[in-house]
């Protein structure tokens, strides 16, 4: 089956950053190389790229008309992760990162999509970026040709935003009659329907119990998180913890 590509050039130019290195073309797409790709700065050796979103409604978090990022995530192609790769790089105080480093516009987005269900917003951004985005090898300074600390850091939200503003999950499950209701069910395989062709590719769907909870959205890479091109591709193994019929519950108090 082909899926369709989803092509997203990097839009993450700090003030002073000269930024990553420059990747050729001739790369392979992750997950379907041959041999070993040793330079791991224009090469994703983990494999899949995951932009997963949260519909959360007890507490609520984000706007009514909308799911909310729960992180950008390297998997291995077969479906397990690495997680917390590099202590020295646990950043904290992300906020200051953003706007330092040029990425005012990221900041002011996630501060509406990129909610935590507790309210601590800055302590979800640092265990995301340092369980998930220290993982990610186009990310490691040394890929950087004019290193200043910190600036991976914001390419990795940044990207994460990118993404994000081209899932509309609501969007699509709305266009396919799946709406939120305190009363109706959906199939799951009719929810799964919507999202896959949106997205171009099957996604992991889980729930709280029998309610919508999470989606999950897989990508393959050619190239470097920050500038590479991100394929839709199937998920990483057996994943999601759905009912066949499921409900989509509305928020309520939505912050």
């Known amino acids: 089956m082909a899926f369709t590509q989803i092509l997203f050039a990097s839009t993450l130019v700090g003030a002073a950053f000269a930024g990553p290195k420059t990747c050729s073309s001739d790369v392979p797409l992750s997950c379907h190389n041959t041999t070993a790709v040793e330079d791991t700065c224009c090469f994703i050796p983990s494999g899949q790229l995951l932009l997963t979103q949260f519909w959360d409604?007890?507490?609520a978090t984000g706007p009514d008309d909308s799911w909310t990022i729960h992180g950008l995530w390297p998997d291995n192609c077969d479906g397990t992760y690495p997680a917390n790769c590099d202590s020295s790089r646990k950043y904290t105080n992300i906020s200051d990162i953003l706007t330092a480093g040029g990425g005012d516009a990221t900041l002011t987005y996630m501060e509406t999509y990129w909610k935590d269900y507790k309210g601590d917003d800055e302590t979800f951004w640092e265990h995301e970026w340092s369980k998930h985005g220290t993982c990610v090898s186009?990310?490691?300074?040394d890929c950087y040709s004019d290193y200043q600390p910190t600036e991976e850091a914001v390419a990795y939200f940044g990207k994460a935003v990118e993404l994000f503003k081209a899932l509309p999950t609501h969007e699509w499950l709305s266009a396919a009659g799946i709406t939120p209701s305190s009363s109706k069910k959906y199939a799951l395989a009719d929810v799964q329907a919507a999202l896959e062709?949106?997205?171009?590719?099957?996604?992991?769907v889980s729930c709280d119990g029998k309610a919508?909870?999470?989606?999950?959205y897989h990508y393959n890479v050619k190239g470097s998180l920050q500038s590479g091109e991100f394929v839709a591709a199937e998920p990483d193994g057996t994943k999601g913890s759905c009912p066949s019929s499921v409900s989509y519950l509305p928020k309520s108090g939505s912050k």
Not at 197 to 204: D, I, N, R
Not at 212 to 216: D, G, M, Q, R, T
């Open 57 to 59: 409604t007890d507490p």
């Open 138 to 141: 186009t990310l490691d300074p």
């Open 197 to 204: 062709k949106g997205h171009g590719a099957p996604v992991t």
């Open 212 to 216: 919508l909870n999470e989606v999950w």
